[in-house]
């Protein structure tokens, strides 16, 4: 079973940029849905962006257009590009399947301020 770490994340001023990492070890990241979520303080986790085995990519209306999900497959690592950043960006980042069907990863703070 795939072990998520993820990393990248940070304290940035709105506007500013950020790229996530997700290394799954042992997946085939390639052949299944993979997905980033967020979790802000007192909310639900929720996913932000997918991407499938046909490398179709989907997002939340709230951040289309500012976020671009991708992978390298020869890496087994998921990525999150994170462009104009607003402070309601501020959450733990997670990646998973799309199904969230392993076990969660610490994940990484993002906290935009400034």
């Known amino acids: 079973q795939g072990q998520l770490v993820e990393s990248g994340g940070g304290l940035v001023q709105p506007g500013g940029s950020l790229r996530l990492s997700c290394v799954a070890s042992?997946?085939?990241?390639?052949?299944?849905?993979m997905a980033w979520y967020r979790q802000a303080p007192g909310n639900e986790r929720e996913v932000v962006a997918s991407i499938n085995s046909g490398s179709i990519t989907t997002y939340s209306d709230s951040v289309r257009g500012r976020f671009a999900i991708s992978r390298d497959n020869a890496k087994h690592t998921l990525y999150l590009q994170m462009y104009s950043l607003k402070e309601e960006d501020t959450a733990v980042y997670f990646c998973?399947?799309?199904?969230?069907?392993?076990?969660w990863g610490q994940g990484t703070q993002v906290i935009v301020s400034s």
């Open positions: 998973n399947t799309g199904r969230g069907s392993l076990p």
């Open positions: 042992g997946m085939h990241i390639g052949i299944i849905t």
